[in-house]
């Protein structure tokens, strides 16, 4: 069954650094987006991505936050200059058709801390 | 509550028994979703019920959606050792709207 894959499956960076999220979506998905988990706490949308643009972020997502599609498959979350609270589990995932009535297929995460 | 509240917060059942969450939500849905996490790991997608649909059934799993009540449960029958987890309801705003919205989640124990 076709997967997303996420790397580092952990990362531990220094605060004020910057640190790049990987994901590999599902080849023939359209939509792609980052969620993110603080410990013990909901699952938060950060960001969606469609045709190579941003089609919806959260207030979570400021001017520290950005993502890229560098190239036909991969998809990356960039953090700028990070602060303790950015410590949590970061999800990638993808669907083929938003709204469409079909699941997304999250990852197995990225869980940053930051020290 | 906040859209997509989870009760119980958790859940401890023995092998064998059925679990049941439920789900609560305020705004008006295109689909409701339901997603299992096992400790520290990724979200699985388990099974996705529409807001024109009451029921649905995946293998030991039915879910139900009142739209009036803005409410769901999740039912798993026969539940198993592996079945625990934590379970997340989901909700995919009406009017095209990019993001699910996940409750707080139930957290779920099958003692053997």
């Known amino acids: 069954e076709p997967e997303v894959t996420q790397t580092p499956s952990h990362q531990v960076t220094q605060m004020g650094q910057e640190v790049i999220l990987r994901c590999v979506p599902i080849?023939?998905?359209?939509?792609f987006y980052w969620y993110r988990q603080i410990l013990g706490q909901k699952v938060e949308f950060l960001v969606s991505?469609?045709?190579?643009?941003?089609?919806?972020k959260s207030e979570i997502f400021d001017d520290q936050f950005s993502v890229e599609r560098p190239d036909g498959s991969n998809f990356t979350l960039k953090i700028r200059s990070t602060k303790l609270e950015d410590s949590a589990m970061y999800f990638c995932?993808?669907?083929?058709?938003?709204?469409?009535?079909?699941?997304?297929?999250f990852g197995s995460g990225t869980r940053l801390t930051v020290v | 509550s906040q859209q997509g509240e989870e009760d119980p917060q958790a859940l401890s059942i023995q092998e064998g028994e059925n679990a049941t969450m439920n789900c609560s939500y305020k705004?008006?849905?295109?689909?409701l979703q339901w997603y299992r996490q096992n400790s520290g790991r990724g979200l699985v997608h388990l099974i996705l019920?529409?807001?024109?649909?009451r029921e649905k059934h995946s293998g030991r799993l039915r879910v139900t959606l009142d739209t009036s009540k803005k409410s769901s449960s999740l039912l798993i029958t026969a539940s198993r050792a592996a079945d625990t987890a934590s379970y997340f309801c989901?909700?995919?705003?009406?009017?095209?709207?990019?993001?699910?919205?996940f409750g707080q989640g139930t957290r779920l124990t099958i003692n053997p």
């Open positions: 991505f469609y045709n190579n643009e941003i089609s919806e």
């Open positions: 995932a993808s669907t083929f058709l938003q709204g469409s009535n079909y699941g997304y297929t």
């Open positions: 705004t008006s849905i295109n689909n």
């Open positions: 080849s023939n998905h359209l939509y």
């Open positions: 019920i529409r807001s024109n649909e």
């Open positions: 989901a909700t995919a705003p009406e009017g095209g709207a990019q993001k699910l919205v």
